[in-house]
């Protein structure tokens, strides 16, 4: 069922009389299972809505797109696909017990995968599903390779039903869908030869896979510790060693590295990162590749720019995947500014805490770790949070958010862009 959770004043959608609690059954003609059918058959110029008001009323709206004018209509979040495997390192199972229930969800859905760029295993996808992707054409997706030998990611994801993706990957391709892959790097199971093969198999794949990122496990105190470790240093090196291979080869061969480690591989083989201009157009940013590079590159930019900060505690909050990297632009940043710096570390109590993008972060996320925090004069929120009628996913308007806390909140995408306007500090 697809309701309506808000509308934006002086849209469509208000025009025409959506509101709020709306059932939404077909555009055209064209049920509507998920959001996924909602966007794909209203960008047409003109469409009809079949829906069901609050009060019990159906009716069924002829729609002209007006030039300029948006929709304006947000969706309640979707049901979250569950994931079918039961991987040693799930971000889950390093949940300790007694949190909300959301943060024990396991998703893996393809639709987040191509909406919001988190990576999904298409493990558990139906024909139905995989004819959508082709269909809507959901491209380009991100997929958790880990392995390409069958039984190796099989046994990583702990699902005998997993299917071979080498054969899966390039079904799509040959229909047009393209990919940013990444590799989890799991010391004594897909390292090594395996790392070898599944990076050359990928490569193999030629235009289709458009990136391969190569990132450390991460564990938790809570996680599996006696099925899954994190590697060593030396084994971070020597999956470093395979990555620039494959990415000297791709410069070579395609003109840009394809391959990367992810930062923390390079902070845990204890080796620099290379420079911003490897990274190319940062695709795989927010599943920290390259992200501290391009925090550092866009902090310098503003360097002789940044008001006096001096003396003001400023709150950073981001998530799970951005926040173990956060020091190292953060020294920069308190040079620059003099001003107490502090990363927040948000769980996404939405979606579950396998999604830790800053992006999907929910309002009433910000609002659980600031209200109560007196101590903090400035907090910088993750500008991709909100859409662009400032709604965080869980539809909580950022001016709500800023009523209900003590300090000052700002959205940044880089904090240059709110730290280095002259004046802004009271
Ligand atoms: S790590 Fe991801 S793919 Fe593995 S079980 Fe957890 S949610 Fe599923």
Partial sequence: LLRVLSVAPGSIGAEVGLVPGTELFSVSGHPLEDFLDWEFHTADDAFVVRARLPSGEDVEYDIERVEGMPLGVALEPPRIRRCANHCDFCFVDGNPAGMRSALYIRDDDYRLSFRYGN?????????????????????????????????????????????????????????????????????????GAQLEQTLA??????????????????LTEFSKRDLVRAPSGAECRAALETVDRWAARAVTGRGHPWCFGADDLYLQAGVPLPPAVWYGDFEQRENGVGAVRFLQTRIAAAAGRYGDWAGKHIAVATGAAMAPLMPQVMATLAEETRARL???????????????TAGLLPGSAFLEALRDRQDVDLALLPAEAVNDDLRFVDDMDAHELAAAVPMEIRLSTDFADVLAQQGVAA
């Avoid at 993706?165 to 391709?173: D, E, N, W, Y």
């Avoid at 990928?202 to 990122?213: E, F, H, R, W």
């Avoid at 502090?342 to 830790?356: I, M, Q």
Wanted: hydrophobic share 50%.
């Fill in 119 to 191: 990576f999904a295993t298409l493990t558990n996808l139906k024909p139905w599903d995989e004819a959508r992707i082709v269909e809507y054409r959901l491209s380009p997706l991100y997929v958790s390779v880990h392995a390409t030998d069958p039984v190796v990611r099989r046994w990583l994801l702990r699902n005998p039903e997993a299917p071979a993706i080498v054969p899966q990957l390039r079904r799509f391709a040959d229909l047009g869908i393209q990919f940013h892959t990444q590799v989890v790097l799991v010391p004594g199971a897909n390292d």
């Fill in 201 to 218: 198999d990928l490569y193999g794949l030629d235009a289709a896979v458009l990136s391969v990122s190569v990132v450390p496990v991460a």
């Fill in 342 to 356: 502090e990363v927040l570390e948000l769980a996404n109590t939405v979606f579950g805490t396998s999604v830790t």
